[in-house]
């Protein structure tokens, strides 16, 4: 599904990812941990094609194809979502306005014609019932006044509308309370199949234990310096950071 | 590959063209440049107007030879050589059609590349036109339906001749000759425009509508409309005007006076798209109105305008709130880009009781623009319980353009409640990225975040005019990426 090979990225010349790999096959959860500053939501930005960051080196193939040359939302045509850490509000447009727009202009870009309103509709209605969304939050303006717990699930909200082959969540737990963290995850879950793909950034273990991850790895300094399956999860809860950077240092 | 940053999005804004410049070979009969009493004379006579009329623009004419063009409005531009103009052209062939079948197929193919095909129009529900190219008008529709009623919906010229006694009484009474310079001028030899009358307790059934366009090249257009909305009535009349694009500076100086007798209401809706100039500012349309409502006891009179075009813009439409109990309105979403000028607003005066004024205006500046709102909120020692609510917000894009704001307040009675908020924002990287995240490309992201930063005042537009509007936000302002 995606596969990153050495990537290397800077802003203003202060380079960031320092040599990043990762593969994700289809059908996994990958979850990246690390501490604050260390390029998880830079990563995160830079598979989704911002471009603000420059890419010095390496490369990012989805499905076997370099993507290093396509736009941003060229790149959600193909199936990446991003889930973001800071949602932008977006004042006088509606969340059913917004999604319904991103959902028409990725089919454009298939070819497609617009999605049928009443398909559209049956949609809207699946999905805020599956996360459990009031009906009269859809006609907000997007994420104006938002709670953070609110943006988030505004995000997972539109990550299930729209069924991406690749989800990257960065810290999506983050502002949720247990409640709506275990109806987020459930729909993540719910999501989730054999052909598709999670990338879970984040730093609690909290998250992990609804959305059970395949691997963890481990960020630092703009580079992965240690992967391991689910259980390092729980030993990062437990230590904490320290005892990977002075093995790093080592 | 589109990635983007404030750079592209400059870079875009400066390359997008005016889409409707073109300019349409209907032959015209254009009178010699200049400006005096024989040519006012002679306007007057090519019209066949009656005596007092032609007295009233004689009078107007002495008053403007007095006055000195306005230099306050914020705005900078080469002042107009007002003896260069030619103050008269029209169509030569101007019958009027019964049916589309006798209209010069130049003309039809003009609309059709506006998009704005009569037939089509024909079909949207109840909207009755009165076109007008060019000074004359030379199409009306929909007359019969309204004479049903009593509606009376002509062009100017033809009601100074049928309905000599309301023009009479009502021309200038809202706007006066001596009001200001493109006022006075506009009096002395306005060409043509449109006339409205409502009768008492009508309810006009549908949307009237006009398109104004300018075409022969350096002939200034002055429109003059009269709508007048007896007692109980209610109007809703829509303005839309669009320019070929021409190389020397065209003047237009248009006056507009609504009167809304007691308990009417009139809502007036302009879009508005004269060719702006190119992108290094050269060329356009000076747009210089005077639009003013006057609103009797209990009447209301909405504005509402989108004002995507010409190179400097002047424009103030406001309501004098005489009746007690009145309500006056304005909303307004004005773009510039490149370097277009606009100063534009509202004046809201309150001399009734109880009197109530609503302003909402949406800037939006690009490229090297510069947008002003200019407006003043009077209240006159008498008018008790006066309220007004402003509201000004300004959206940027790039850092080379200007957003400014204006508010005057003149509160000289005590128990006035005037409230004023301004904000202004930009359009972020990072909302662009976002939108871009989801599938959005730049150039349908900005639509998206103009449309909603518009909102408030697009959703005041009749359906029909709304959804133009938001195509012409959408021509103004983006670019031809991909
Ligand atoms: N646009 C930017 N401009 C300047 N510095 C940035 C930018 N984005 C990220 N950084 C820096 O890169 C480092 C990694 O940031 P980030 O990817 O947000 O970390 P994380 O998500 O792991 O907390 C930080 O030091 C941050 O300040
Ligand atoms: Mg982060």
């Not at chain 1, 004042?91 to 559209?120: C, H, Q, Y």
């Not at chain 2, 009233?56 to 409005?73: D, N, Q, T």
């Amino acid at each position: 599904m995606l596969k990153i090979n050495n990537l290397h990225a800077s802003v203003e010349d202060k380079a960031i990812l320092r040599g990043i790999n990762l593969e994700v096959k289809p059908g996994e959860v990958h979850a990246i941990m690390g501490p604050n500053g260390s390029g998880k939501s830079t990563l995160a930005s830079v598979i989704a094609g911002k471009e603000e960051y420059d890419v010095e080196e390496g490369e990012i193939l989805l499905e076997g194809e370099n993507i290093d040359d396509l736009a941003a939302e060229e790149r959600a045509h193909k199936g990446i979502f991003l889930s973001f850490q800071y949602p932008v509000e977006i004042p006088g447009v509606s969340v059913t306005n917004f999604i319904k727009t991103a959902i028409n202009e990725t089919r454009k870009a298939k070819g497609l014609d617009d999605m049928p309103a009443n398909e559209m509709l049956k949609l809207i209605r699946e999905k805020s019932e599956l996360l459990e969304i009031d009906r009269k939050f859809l006609s907000r303006s997007l994420n104006e006044g938002f709670s953070g717990g609110e943006k988030k699930r505004n995000e997972i909200f539109q990550m299930a509308m729209l069924e991406p082959k690749l989800a990257i969540l960065d810290e999506t737990d983050s502002g949720l309370d247990i409640d709506a963290l275990r109806i987020v995850a459930n729909g993540v879950n719910k999501l989730k199949s054999k052909d598709n793909a999670v990338i879970v950034i984040t730093h609690y273990q909290r998250l992990l234990d609804y959305i059970v991850p395949d691997f963890v790895h481990v960020l630092h300094n703009g580079r992965i310096v240690k992967s391991g399956p689910k259980e390092l999860a729980h030993e990062l809860e437990e230590k904490g950071y320290d005892w990977i950077k002075e093995e790093v240092n080592a | 590959m589109s990635k983007y940053t404030e750079d592209d999005l400059r870079e875009e804004l400066k390359t997008k063209e005016y889409e409707y410049g073109f300019y349409t070979d209907i032959q015209s009969e254009t009178f010699p440049v200049g400006l005096n009493e024989d040519i006012v004379r002679a306007i007057s006579k090519k019209k066949e107007e009656p005596e007092w009329m032609t007295e009233w623009r004689l009078e107007s004419f002495k008053i403007w030879k007095e006055m000195v063009e306005p230099e306050w409005a914020n705005v900078h531009y080469q002042k107009p050589d007002f003896q260069a103009i030619s103050y008269y052209s029209a169509p030569n062939s101007k019958p009027k059609y019964d049916s589309l079948d006798e209209v010069d197929p130049e003309l039809l193919a003009t609309f059709d590349k506006l998009g704005i095909s009569l037939d089509e129009q024909k079909k949207l529900a109840g909207v009755a036109m009165d076109v007008v190219v060019d000074s004359v008008s030379v199409a009306t529709t929909f007359k019969k339906t309204l004479a049903e009623k009593g509606i009376i919906f002509m062009s100017i010229s033809e009601a100074i001749k049928e309905h000599p006694e309301l023009v009479k009484k009502y021309i200038g009474t809202v706007v006066p000759q001596k009001d200001n310079f493109y006022a006075a001028l506009n009096s002395a030899v306005f060409s043509d425009g449109s006339f409205c009358y409502i009768p008492k307790g009508v309810r006009c059934p549908m949307e009237l509508s006009t398109y104004f366009r300018i075409n022969q090249a350096g002939t200034g257009q002055f429109e003059r409309t009269l709508v007048i909305a007896d007692e109980g009535s209610y109007v809703s009349y829509l303005e839309g005007c669009t320019a070929p694009m021409r190389d020397e500076n065209q003047l237009h100086a248009a006056v507009v006076e609504l009167i809304a007798l007691d308990d009417a209401e009139i809502k007036y809706s302009t879009v508005q798209n004269w060719y702006p100039g190119n992108a290094e500012g050269k060329g356009g349309v000076y747009n210089f109105v005077t639009k003013r409502g006057l609103c009797e006891k209990n009447a209301k009179i909405s504005w509402t305008q989108v004002e995507t075009g010409s190179a400097v813009t002047w424009k103030y439409p406001s309501c004098v709130l005489k009746g007690d109990n009145s309500v006056g309105e304005f909303y307004s979403i004005a773009v510039t880009n490149n370097y277009q000028q606009a100063d534009t607003g509202t004046k809201m005066i309150h001399l009734g009781n109880n009197t109530k004024s609503t302003i909402i205006s949406k800037g939006i500046s690009a490229g090297k623009s510069q947008n002003s709102y200019r407006g003043l909120v009077q209240v006159s020692s008498r008018a008790e319980n006066a309220r007004n609510f402003s509201q000004c917000d300004s959206l940027l894009m790039g850092n080379e353009c200007g957003a400014h704001t204006f508010p005057y307040i003149e509160a000289k009675n005590k128990s006035a409640k005037i409230e004023h908020e301004a904000t202004t924002s930009k359009i972020g990287e990072d909302q662009i990225f976002y939108c871009n995240q989801r599938g959005i490309d730049t150039e349908k992201a900005i639509a998206l975040i103009v449309n909603g930063f518009s909102k408030e005042v697009l959703n005041k537009l009749p359906m029909e005019f709304a959804v133009e509007a938001q195509k012409l936000l959408e021509i103004s302002l983006e670019g031809s990426v991909g």
